[in-house]
């Protein structure tokens, strides 16, 4: 008997299990049988494959699907435009179809599509879509798209084929992500779009990023890294979750300062799950000295990843939303990682990170040496990154601010090591 207030999580056409919600709104999880028959992956590391229920009181199922939804005005915005309750569970029915990862969850009398279908986008259309700031949920019910992006920023899955856009038909699959400028931060596609290049050029595994615009307004086109292409052409969903998802951690606790995972909480993880520790361990070590030295100071839990990839590994998935806030005014300085407990970049010193590595297990030179290497690489390839930069989307002064932050961090950095 199908329960009319229930929900069924799917992976492509195999259902992988249903939500319900208890009398206070609490969300329960339990795995379809088949689907452990036939040993389909656990979805996340807090929900292991059993037969017992994740029962709503536990609030483990309720964590991580929540946290597969928009936050702070985003949630509001289709709140509103769809004219539901803002309730974690009436969101994930409304627009669960197209998360990030490979579930999609759907009404309990519905099943996924067997032929997806997709509205294409004139030049027209794309310009408003921007301008509206990937607000899309103001067509026909039954054509609206079920799409739901974590976080607090604006953004909007689309399928980009052959130069030309197209806006997901209920639950279709997107191959990219749209972000846009923000009211009062005009800057932030152009900042995330440096940011990532130049991290890509000292070695960290990126996301891919163009900046890309349309009547005057600025937005990042960001490829979806948990998203392929089949042989026949096809875009095929692949499983991912986000570190607070894999610590058991709500959105709401994505910053270690509001009692969310710490950095050495990320790196045990990481240990414990990768199916390739040795390099996943070295990139996130990296990454968070890399939002040291390039201003990101806002490198949190939900901005890091595991993704499972199709020969059934498990890896610390690409870096994204690598932005240097350091560079935008009325943003918080202070780091959402402590590095030796202490969040101001500025005042972080060797010690600092000497007691990073110990509660992390590695070995203090080890550490010194990345943090030295990747202070001289990003002094070596800020200009030229620059440089290309402005060759491919043009003159762009405010990264003066940027180029200022990462000199002045990585020689301050240099300096305490004793010279360059």
């Known amino acids: 008997m199908i329960d009319p207030d229930g929900l069924n999580v799917w992976s492509d056409r195999h259902l992988v299990g249903y939500l319900w919600r208890n009398a206070q709104g609490l969300i329960g999880f339990r795995y379809d049988a088949l689907w452990l028959s036939q040993h389909g992956f656990a979805i996340s590391h807090t929900l292991p494959l059993q ?18 939804l928009p936050e702070a005005s985003v949630r509001q915005h289709v709140v509103r435009d769809l004219k539901i309750a803002d309730t974690d569970f009436d969101l994930l029915r409304a ?7 490979a579930l999609s969850i759907l009404q309990a009398e519905y099943e996924p599509l067997v032929q997806y279908e997709y509205q294409e986008l004139t030049q027209v259309e794309l310009a ?33 084929q052959d130069g030309t856009y197209w806006l997901s038909k209920r639950e279709a699959p997107s191959s990219h992500i749209l972000k846009f400028e923000l009211d009062g931060y005009r800057n932030v596609p152009a900042y995330e779009t440096f940011t990532t290049l130049l991290a890509g050029a000292i070695g960290l595994p990126v996301i891919d990023i163009q900046l890309l615009s349309i009547e005057g307004q600025h937005f990042a086109l960001i490829e979806r890294y948990d998203r392929y292409r089949t042989v026949q052409g096809q875009i095929a969903r ?11 951690f709500g ?8 009692g969310g995972p710490s950095f050495e909480d990320c790196y045990r993880l990481v240990q414990d799950v990768s199916s390739d520790p040795a390099n996943d361990l070295q990139h996130l070590l990296r990454w968070q000295i890399f939002n040291v030295l390039a201003g990101n100071s806002d490198g949190h839990a939900k901005n890091l990843s595991l993704l499972y990839q199709a020969n059934g590994e498990i ?9 240097c806030t350091r560079a935008i005014a009325r943003i918080d300085s202070r780091l959402a990682f402590a590095v030796g407990d202490e969040r101001n970049p500025e005042r972080i010193m060797r010690e600092h990170w000497m007691t990073l590595a110990r509660r992390c297990g ?3 030179r080890f550490l010194e040496r990345q943090l030295q290497l990747t202070a001289k690489r990003l002094l070596q390839w800020v200009q030229p990154v620059r440089e290309l930069f402005e060759q491919r989307y043009g003159a762009c002064p405010a990264l003066q601010r940027v180029e200022q932050i990462v000199l002045q961090q990585c020689r301050r ?5 004793g010279g360059q």
């Open 51 to 68: 037969r017992e229920d994740f029962a709503p009181d536990a609030g483990l199922a309720h964590r991580f699907f929540s946290n597969l």
């Open 95 to 101: 627009i669960g179809g197209e998360c990030a990862g």
């Open 128 to 160: 408003l879509l921007v301008a509206r700031q990937g607000q899309v949920y103001r067509g026909a019910a039954d054509e609206r798209p079920r799409l739901s992006l974590a976080g607090a920023q604006n953004k909007c899955p689309v399928l980009v």
């Open 238 to 248: 692949l499983h991912q979750e986000d570190f607070c998802q894999a610590l058991g």
């Open 251 to 258: 959105h709401e606790r994505k910053y270690q300062v509001d």
């Open 315 to 323: 890896r610390l998935a690409p870096f994204y939303d690598l932005i």
């Open 362 to 364: 590695v070995q203090t």
């Open 413 to 417: 950095v240099l300096m305490q090591a």
